[in-house]
């Protein structure tokens, strides 16, 4: 089974910036090549937001529209971590945010329908 382990989060203010990391594992760097990365977030209350994502290859990536200036997906060729920057943050952001994955993806990538492997989370809390 492919494994995501998100690291990164913490507590912020306003204004500060993030940096998420990913560490995928479970199959070797060949076959994680078809693969979409993605990233969610899910605030208490709410229901699980799409954020960004992006193709194994780095040639394709989507952004949700109150994100898509302020963060960016990536991952360095030949390593199987997958970043989320995040500038800009704000109290709206506070979340736990969550990596995902999918072989090849048959739905939407920007839904969470479309992942077959998740991460536990990591928190992240922006104050004003």
């Known amino acids: 089974q492919v494994q995501l382990v998100e690291s990164g989060g913490g507590s912020v203010q306003a204004g500060d910036s993030l940096r998420l990391s990913c560490a995928a594992s479970?199959?070797?760097?060949?076959?994680?090549?078809?693969?979409?990365m993605g990233w969610f977030r899910q605030a208490p209350g709410k229901e699980r937001e799409f954020v960004a994502a992006m193709s194994w290859s780095r040639g394709m990536q989507y952004y949700a529209d109150s994100v898509k200036v302020r963060f960016t997906i990536s991952k360095v060729r030949g390593k199987n971590t997958v970043y989320l920057q995040m500038n800009s943050l704000k109290p709206e952001d506070t979340a736990v945010y969550y990596c995902?994955?999918?072989?090849?993806?048959?739905?939407?990538?920007?839904?969470?329908?479309?992942?077959?492997?998740w991460g536990q989370g990591t928190q992240v809390t922006v104050s004003s």
């Open positions: 995902a994955a999918v072989a090849d993806p048959g739905v939407e990538v920007r839904t969470e329908w479309a992942y077959d492997y």
């Open positions: 479970g199959r070797t760097y060949s076959t994680f090549s078809s693969f979409h």
